[in-house]
């Protein structure tokens, strides 16, 4: 039996959201990185109109601080866990109703970078936590690294599934193959590099999104100087060349600097949850664009602006720090 991954637009019972507790990982910018957090749990809850948000974090103490932030309603859940990022280290769960199956994929810290105790646990523990049956898996996969339509279509990067420094013995078929026995997935369609100053060596989910059967959102570089314009053009032509696919435009934040350096922003790390969808915003021009155009896009749905300069400083956003519980 193939057991499929849902769209993030189909129903969800819950979310896990990581929970920021290890100040080392943060440069001076924990208290920034949680506030953050804590506002996009609030707006995933929607005062008790969503999914149930778990706010998954490391210990009691780290459970006080949560609660200080966090309307009522927002579940905490007490789980070991190494960094925040549950869409790479949470599973990934596949089928749909009582067939549901949870997908625990190997997970190396992003081809051995940041090695933390904790993450290569948190997935299993949350899944059989949560009831479900765990099918360990053989091969690295981070969730961030793809994103699907829920018809098997599936979109990628080259430099994130392809890495060596992931799964070495594997090739481009094989991964397909076992992306198709894992998680349903029947159409790949490959993107290049994903953007600069990735850590997470060029994970889809800060370039593409589905927002709809076929149809793939890519950002329009903003202005001369956006660091990543060169990466969506590529991507633009990569999909056009695939086929089938229809290209939804979506604003680019543009050159983000955090303390100096280029950060991998993107609005693309936006979360669909039942009743809302969560936009990360940098203060910077495009956030009012980005939010209206995902409004429009799901019209059923609210689009909320959070802002994420503090999250980003720990190497992700909203999507990264999540992983949906589908119904």
Wanted: with cysteine.
């Amino acid at each position: 039996m193939t057991f499929r991954m849902p769209a993030e637009w189909a129903p969800h019972d819950a979310v896990w959201i990581g929970f920021p507790h290890l100040a080392e990982e943060w440069a001076g910018a924990i208290d920034e990185g949680r506030r953050d957090v804590a506002a996009f749990a609030n707006a995933v809850h929607d005062g008790g109109r969503g999914e149930e948000a778990r706010l998954v974090v490391n210990d009691t103490r780290q459970a006080d601080i949560a609660a200080a932030l966090v309307d009522p309603g927002v579940r905490i859940l007490i789980q070991p866990l190494g960094d925040i990022w549950l869409r790479d280290t949470g599973p990934i769960i596949a089928g749909t109703g009582a067939a549901r199956r949870a997908r625990n994929f190997r997970f190396n810290w992003w081809g051995e970078k940041f090695v933390m105790p904790g993450d290569q646990e948190v997935g299993a523990a949350l899944a059989r936590t949560s009831g479900f049956p765990v099918d360990d898996q053989d091969w690295v996969l981070e969730g961030g690294g793809i994103d699907v339509d829920g018809t098997g279509l599936c979109v990628t990067t080259e430099e994130c599934l392809l890495n060596l420094n992931r799964n070495p013995t594997l090739t481009r078929e094989d991964i397909a193959v076992r992306l198709h026995q894992s998680l349903g997935i029947e159409r790949l369609l490959w993107l290049g590099k994903g953007l600069v100053g990735d850590h997470t060596d060029g994970h889809v989910d800060n370039l593409a999104r589905f927002v709809g059967e076929g149809r793939l959102a890519l950002p329009v570089a903003a202005g001369d100087d956006d660091p990543n314009a060169h990466i969506y053009a590529d991507a633009r032509a990569r999909t056009a060349a695939f086929g089938g696919v229809e290209i939804v435009d979506l604003p680019s934040p543009g050159r983000v600097e955090i303390r100096g350096e280029i950060a991998a922003a993107s609005y693309m790390n936006f979360y669909i949850g039942n009743t809302t969808v969560v936009v990360p915003t940098y203060g910077v021009a495009n956030d009012q664009a980005a939010i209206d155009t995902l409004a429009a896009l799901f019209p059923d749905r609210r689009a909320v602006g959070v802002p994420a300069r503090g999250i980003i400083v720990g190497g992700g956003s909203f999507h990264c720090s999540s992983q949906q519980v589908p119904s």
